[in-house]
């Protein structure tokens, strides 16, 4: 091949493959497996949508656990704060089942993004880094509202045009234990304090 | 562009675009959304992995809903059962939930495949068909866990090498309901019976 085929075959995979949803995915950096609360913002962080865990109110479930699919956001791309935020509606199945019990838990997975698939790592393999926070669903007003406002709608931009007969509120989810995924010898646990003091990211000087 | 560089170009990005895991998702045929029971089957064994609930047996959060991943199986590629199959540890923290509770729910989601991105709906659109199944999870033997070997194993070769002192077993997810977001108007339910007679993938003649 010509040199200059070479390189213009070169740009037209460039432009290709920065076109790709993955591609972005091809940036990540995952923290040391041993730095578990990094690991654990990292994850909260990446992920757009997390699985939540509620006690069903519906018949015929009604006490029984209730798994469902919510997108999420930390913060904008880059900034995130840790805190998982949703945007909800109490027409919802699994937001009706938080107003009677609040009590709930999220769940995210490296296996949401290329990561897994890309370094070969079953979604079930500890390698492919998953979190668990414990804690309760709370409804955000004021300036946290705004800020929830900003984390999800930068990172869902469809949710602007979302139906307003809906009632949407904006909610965080209050973290009280975090479980991590992270590596082989069992699930390990951070603390709230231990997770809000950590860095996602790696700082740059 | 010369044509014969031109075809070398296309013939590059056909390798690139091929090699690519993405690739496969670009041949997702979703049923008619208002095929209910032919849509939870097809996202049923679209996806290899999937959030499972339990009631947590675990301090500090005994008695409260837990969120976590698995990677899951209805039978090889092209010939789902419906059945998700799983392959356990007693080892593992949500598998200790089951022993004293087998009540569990799994949610799976098109978010989990390039579907959603591709089509520009956001995980949390009625529009990313996503599933939740309530029911049991069930230690499974003889044929059945023979069956259940062969759908998990030809999907997530990795488990083949998975530490044998974990005592693995395989199980099936036991469903007593189906819950279906595929379109707007709120979650459908499906009944086991409805959900095993629907054919996932068109029949070719």
Redesign the interface.
């Known amino acids: ?1 010509s040199a200059s ?1 070479r390189a ?2 070169v740009l ?2 460039g432009l ?2 920065s076109s ?3 591609a972005s995915s091809c940036r990540i950096r995952i923290p040391p497996h041993d730095q578990v609360a990094r690991v654990a913002r990292f994850v909260a962080h990446q992920c ?9 109110s519906h018949k ?2 009604v006490g ?8 999420v956001s930390d913060g904008p791309e880059g900034s995130g704060s840790g805190v998982p935020y949703l ?1 909800l509606t109490r ?1 919802e ?1 699994s937001v009706q089942d938080l107003q009677m019990n609040p ?5 995210m ?1 490296l ?2 993004t ?1 990561y897994c ?2 370094q ?6 500890p390698l492919c880094a ?1 979190i ?1 926070l ?1 804690g309760s669903v709370l409804e955000v007003n004021g300036t946290e509202a705004e800020f929830a406002k900003k984390a999800l709608f930068s990172r ?1 931009p ?2 602007i045009d979302w139906p307003s007969d809906h009632n949407w509120f904006f909610a965080k989810f209050n973290i ?2 975090v ?1 991590v995924l992270d590596y082989f010898g ?2 390990k646990t951070v603390t709230p304090e231990e997770y809000f003091q950590a860095t996602p990211h790696r700082k740059h000087h």
């Open positions: 091949m085929l213009q075959c037209l995979l290709l493959w790709l949803p993955a757009d949508w997390a699985s939540m865990a509620t006690i069903s015929p479930v029984q656990p209730f798994s469902n699919a919510f997108s945007y027409m199945v009590q709930a838990s999220l769940s997975s296996a949401q290329e698939r890309q070969g790592f079953d979604p079930q393999s998953h668990i414990s869902h469809e949710m009280t234990q479980w069992g699930v």
